[in-house]
């Protein structure tokens, strides 16, 4: 299998396993909310921060003291914690594909390049997901987000 061909015919744990990526434990809420819904055939995810071991990978910026390619790979690392949220709540097996991702970007004054950051994420999803993991997207540029962090995500996914 290759560029996640034929992903649905197996689970997507295993696919996970064959790429070599481990999904992280679900992140304590930090505030009042829970880390992802049910309704009907979605399930939304509260926005998700890079957490590593229940702490922040790093805080800034990004465009000022955060590299934007840094921030790529904490937008994957805020895709992987949505990722263990879906499957805590329902098992990641029962996703049928990915429909939307939304990618907050803490931007610095002058910074426009929201959209690379969040490619971060949505490569991740592709290489997992294959074809399923094709979603629409935001990447909005904001000026702060919770504790520092550079980045934050959510997905919506669908069901089988």
Same mark, same amino acid.
């Given at each position: 299998? +290759? &560029? /996640? !061909?034929?992903?649905?015919?197996?689970?997507?744990?295993? #696919?996970?396993?064959?790429? %070599?990526?481990?999904?992280? @434990?679900?992140?304590?809420?930090?505030?009042?909310?829970?880390?992802?819904?049910?309704?009907?055939?979605?399930?939304? +995810? &509260? /926005? !998700?921060?890079?957490?590593?071991?229940?702490?922040?990978? #790093?805080?800034?910026?990004? %465009?000022?003291?955060?590299? @934007?390619?840094?921030?790529?790979?904490?937008?994957?690392?805020?895709?992987?914690?949505?990722?263990?949220?879906?499957?805590?709540?329902?098992?990641?097996?029962?996703?049928?594909?990915?429909?939307?991702?939304?990618?907050?970007?803490?931007?610095?004054?002058?910074?426009?390049?929201?959209?690379?950051?969040?490619?971060?994420?949505?490569?991740?999803?592709?290489?997992?997901?294959?074809?399923?993991?094709?979603?629409?997207?935001?990447?909005?540029?904001?000026?702060?987000?919770?504790?520092?962090?550079?980045?934050?995500?959510?997905?919506?996914?669908?069901?089988?």
């Amino acid at each position: 299998m +290759t &560029s /996640g !061909q034929g992903a649905q015919a197996q689970s997507w744990h295993a #696919r996970l396993a064959e790429l %070599g990526i481990r999904l992280p @434990p679900v992140a304590a809420p930090v505030a009042s909310y829970v880390p992802a819904v049910r309704s009907g055939q979605l399930v939304f +995810t &509260s /926005g !998700q921060l890079p957490f590593v071991d229940g702490g922040l990978r #790093r805080t800034g910026k990004v %465009g000022g003291s955060v590299d @934007p390619e840094d921030a790529a790979a904490d937008a994957k690392l805020c895709a992987l914690n949505a990722l263990a949220a879906v499957d805590e709540l329902v098992g990641l097996d029962q996703v049928a594909r990915v429909v939307r991702v939304v990618g907050y970007v803490a931007s610095a004054e002058g910074f426009s390049g929201q959209p690379r950051v969040v490619n971060g994420a949505s490569e991740l999803l592709g290489k997992v997901f294959g074809e399923a993991g094709r979603h629409a997207r935001s990447a909005v540029g904001v000026a702060e987000l919770p504790l520092g962090a550079p980045v934050e995500i959510e997905l919506t996914v669908e069901l089988r």
